[in-house]
């Protein structure tokens, strides 16, 4: 098999608000290929030339210019935005120009120059506004405490590397990490020491983990590793490296990992069915002592290494 390596129920109707409407149109107009979102701003820029045009000097149409502006600012930022602002102004000043012959000519360049500020303003304001929409977006899905995924964030990214795994046929590994005896150092040192732990348990695990490895909290002390692309060999030392990352902040307060990882030779239907094969090995390592780590394979390689009645073939590693 050959894996490319790469380094990154019921359902309840609702009426959406318009706000989150906007919030879609920003997102994909944002996400268009780059040759489509040319191709729409380059669409709608003769359309509103072609009316401008027609309409003669009496009706002006060309502040519907905002509307390509307005796309290649919200595809490509910034310097694109302004860059379609000069061409809208100066387009919006060329068909003036030619619709009335006998304006002087000062007039159409000033309204020209306000009109660029304007485009300018829009192009600048659409962008910040999409970039905050996305600063939001990616705060709601990441653990203000560790600085890893918060459960919402580890299932989507996860749920992608899911369905890549799926397309590409290659093996994936999941691990399951608990932390031990945190629950005695909330009690005996307080809440405050427990945050502090776990906030330098996150700045570890994100510097222990490849940058295309999905790392996230799924609860108070438990957290969750996706491995895409990655064989059980491979996860092993991945996971060796991440637990050298972790032990000396684990070392400092006296609590150690649980950790079950199991790697999948073939997709798992969903995140929840990965996640709960990985963490019933988590409670087998669990209960083979503290700091415990142990590897299984799914589907299992042999009916004898199935374990609990779980079909998981596992390897030990402590």
């Known amino acids: 098999m050959n894996c490319s390596t790469r380094d990154g129920g ?9 706000s989150r409407y906007a919030e879609q149109v920003i997102e ?21 030339l072609a009316l401008d045009l027609a309409s003669g000097s009496k009706i002006s149409v060309s502040i519907f210019y905002v509307l390509p502006v307005s796309v290649v600012a919200l595809r490509f930022g910034y ?26 000519r000062l007039i159409p360049l000033w309204n020209g120059l306000v009109r660029f500020g304007f485009f300018a303003m829009i192009s600048v304001l659409i962008v910040t506004v999409r970039n905050l929409l ?15 995924a918060n459960g919402r964030g580890f299932g989507e990214l996860a749920e992608r590397e899911l369905a890549r795994a799926r397309r590409s046929r290659c093996p994936l590994s999941v691990a399951y990490i608990d932390l031990d005896r945190f629950k005695r150092l909330n009690d005996t040192a307080g809440h405050s020491a ?25 609860g108070g002390d438990e ?7 990655t064989e059980q060999s491979e996860a092993q030392v991945l996971v060796d490296r991440l637990q050298t990352a972790l032990r000396p902040v684990c070392a400092e307060y006296q609590i150690d990992t ?22 019933a090995l988590m409670y087998v390592a669990k209960a083979a002592g503290k700091g415990a780590v142990r590897f299984a394979l799914h589907p299992p390689a042999s009916a004898s290494e199935v374990v609990g009645g779980d079909e998981a073939a596992v390897n030990v590693q402590q």
Do not use: Y
């Open 10 to 18: 019921t359902h309840r109707r609702h009426v959406a608000k318009p």
């Open 28 to 48: 994909r107009l944002g996400r268009l290929p780059a040759a489509r979102a040319i191709a729409v701003a380059g669409i709608l820029a003769v359309i509103v």
């Open 79 to 104: 310097g694109a935005g302004l860059t379609a602002a000069v061409l809208a102004a100066a387009t919006w000043f060329a068909t003036e120009t030619l619709s009335d012959d006998d304006v002087a």
């Open 134 to 148: 996305r600063e939001r977006r990616d705060e709601a899905r990441v653990d203000a405490l560790t600085g890893v």
């Open 194 to 218: 427990g945050d502090a732990a776990l906030s330098r348990l996150g700045s570890a695990m994100r510097d222990g983990v490849r940058t295309v490895d999905v790392i996230g909290r799924l």
């Open 223 to 229: 957290f969750a590793l996706l491995m895409p692309e």
């Open 258 to 279: 649980s950790i079950g990882v199991v790697t999948f030779t073939s997709t798992p239907a969903s995140v929840d069915e990965a996640l709960h094969r990985a963490d």
